[in-house]
T-cell receptor, first 114, second 114 residues
Framework: AQSVAQPEDQVNVAEGNPLTVKCTYS??????LFWYVQYPNRGLQFLLK??????LVKGSYGFEAEFNKSQTSFHLKKPSALVSDSALYFC????????????FGAGTTVTVRA | DAGVIQSPRHEVTEMGQEVTLRCKPI?????LFWYRQTMMRGLELLIY????????DSGMPEDRFSAKMPNASFSTLKIQPSEPRDSAVYFC????????????FGPGTRLTVL
């Protein structure tokens, strides 16, 4: 079985400050990790993914994430948050042992205040 | 490309009625996924297709739910009869490859069963 945990339901930061959204995972075998963002009344939009290679992954809109195998984590980061980054963020994992089906975390609501 | 297209965007129906949700995947994508999003259960994979063939329907909640993909450019998710607990947002997503490729999500259909 595979699973994703997003330990924080909500993250609040001031504009211009660093933003971190936490994600840990559990899989059998090698994980494939994804971050998606969802704006109100919209579908999920892809931000970035880790498949293999460099542990630091850079994605859309200035976001990045670091794959940490020993801590089974894939935290999403942005050095300087914008008000427009306020949205719902989902971490997801897939693996060969689960036929590459995506399992999503519960989501973290990010609010960036001006 | 127009992205994944879903219709209708909103559906309100009464308990016991048949509901049909529609999806047009991105051209060239061989994989199509149906997800359901609720506050209580988050994002759940219902079923996915490869080259129009259903591969895994283990997430379909019960026999009232059925999905078809008659050709590469069209899929339906049907609920018959509908119940209030089916109220949710239903997303369709498509991808070229379930391992390394990103899943691209449609805008979703918000279903309300009264």
């Amino acid at each position: 079985a595979q699973s994703v945990a997003q330990p924080e339901d909500q993250v609040n930061v001031a504009e211009g400050n660093p933003l971190t959204v936490k994600c840990t995972y559990s899989v059998s075998g090698n994980p494939y990790l994804f971050w998606y963002v969802q704006y109100p009344n919209r579908g999920l939009q892809f931000l970035l993914k880790y498949i293999t290679g460099d542990n630091l992954v850079k994605g859309s809109y200035g976001f990045e994430a670091e794959f940490n195998k020993s801590q089974t984590s894939f935290h999403l980061k942005k050095p300087s948050a914008l008000v427009s980054d306020s949205a719902l963020y989902f971490c997801a994992v897939s693996s060969r042992s689960n036929d590459y089906k995506l399992s999503f975390g519960a989501g973290t609501t990010v609010t960036v205040r001006a | 490309d127009a992205g994944v297209i879903q219709s209708p965007r909103h559906e309100v129906t009464e308990m016991g009625q048949e509901v049909t949700l529609r999806c047009k995947p991105i051209s060239g994508h061989d994989y199509l996924f149906w997800y359901r999003q609720t506050m209580m259960r988050g994002l759940e994979l219902l079923i996915y297709f490869n080259n129009n063939v259903p591969i895994d329907d283990s997430g379909m909640p019960e026999d009232r739910f059925s999905a078809k993909m008659p050709n590469a450019s069209f899929s339906t998710l049907k609920i018959q009869p509908s119940e209030p607990r089916d109220s949710a947002v239903y997303f369709c997503a498509s991808s070229r490859d379930p391992i390394t490729d990103t899943q691209y999500f449609g805008p979703g259909t918000r279903l309300t069963v009264l």
